[in-house]
């Protein structure tokens, strides 16, 4: 596996063995109070970097960002995390960053620096977002189809029934990578009592899993398991998660297996 990182004199590309269906976490410089992201390969033209996100009560909740390259050498970033300098050259070897996505209401955190940092870049999120934090540059509203930018390369199906939410799930189709956030959690090894408390009450905890938050924020139950129906029905065999491990194979009968006894 491929590892795209930042040194003083440039960027290097070094070659890092795959640990089964993990990603390494961001490298946390305590010290000088700086985080170090790194691009991880998946697959051709998609990487993923991971930001160690900590929350209220010690709550540790890293969220992962992907990035997809578009044909024009154009570069498409889901979930931004923190964008320092170092990152920023990363990509910049990799493209140019075009369009920035929020992916539902919730994973919007570091949107307004990154779309500050990419002036040019075209910001994408739910419907809701605008109304929610009306300060953020949003240039489209997602829907339950890909709009033509990324249309063929990337697909798209919003999960409705579920208007605090409004998660938007992409389809890498070149890879057949499914890109989730909130959909499905895979925090197999969490750290700090505050951490476990938190998976363990949404049912989460060290496997992969649907949290039962989602019950509390399901208004219409037929229209939500009719967009995860058209979810499952997308030809995906890797998940690349905000929160938790990459699932790098047989993830669609994984999936499954876990939203089967919601529908």
């Not at 953020?136 to 919003?158: C, F, N, T």
């Amino acid at each position: 596996m491929a590892v795209l990182s930042t040194t003083r004199t440039g960027l290097r590309l070094r070659e890092r063995q795959a640990r089964s269906a993990l990603l390494p976490w961001a490298e946390h410089d305590a010290k000088r109070r700086m985080f170090m992201a790194e691009l991880v390969s998946i697959a051709e033209d998609l990487w993923a970097a991971t930001h160690p996100l900590r929350i209220a009560g010690g709550v540790r909740m890293d969220t992962r960002m992907t990035v997809a390259r578009l044909p024009g050498e154009r570069l498409w970033i889901h979930s931004p995390i923190p964008i320092d300098d170092a990152l920023a050259a990363a990509l910049e070897e990799l493209g140019k960053v075009s369009y920035l996505v929020a992916p539902n209401l919730y994973h919007n955190l570091f949107l307004g620096p990154a779309s500050a940092r990419f002036p040019e870049a075209r910001v994408f999120a739910p419907p809701g977002l605008a109304r929610k934090i009306p300060s953020l540059r949003i240039d489209e509203a997602l829907s339950a189809a890909p709009p033509d930018a990324w249309a063929g390369v990337i697909d798209q199906r919003l999960v409705e029934g579920a208007p605090p939410m409004e998660e938007v799930v992409f389809l890498h189709r070149p890879s057949r990578s499914l890109v989730v956030s909130d959909l499905l959690f895979n925090i197999q090894r969490p750290e700090g009592l505050g951490t476990k408390f938190v998976l363990t009450l949404m049912g989460t905890r060290g496997k992969l899993a649907r949290s039962r938050a989602w019950s509390l924020i399901t208004k219409d139950k037929a229209a939500w398991k009719a967009s995860v129906r058209e979810v499952l029905a997308l030809d995906f065999e890797k998940m690349i998660m905000a929160h938790g491990d990459v699932v790098a194979d047989d993830a669609k009968a994984r999936v499954s297996e876990v939203l089967r006894p919601y529908l």
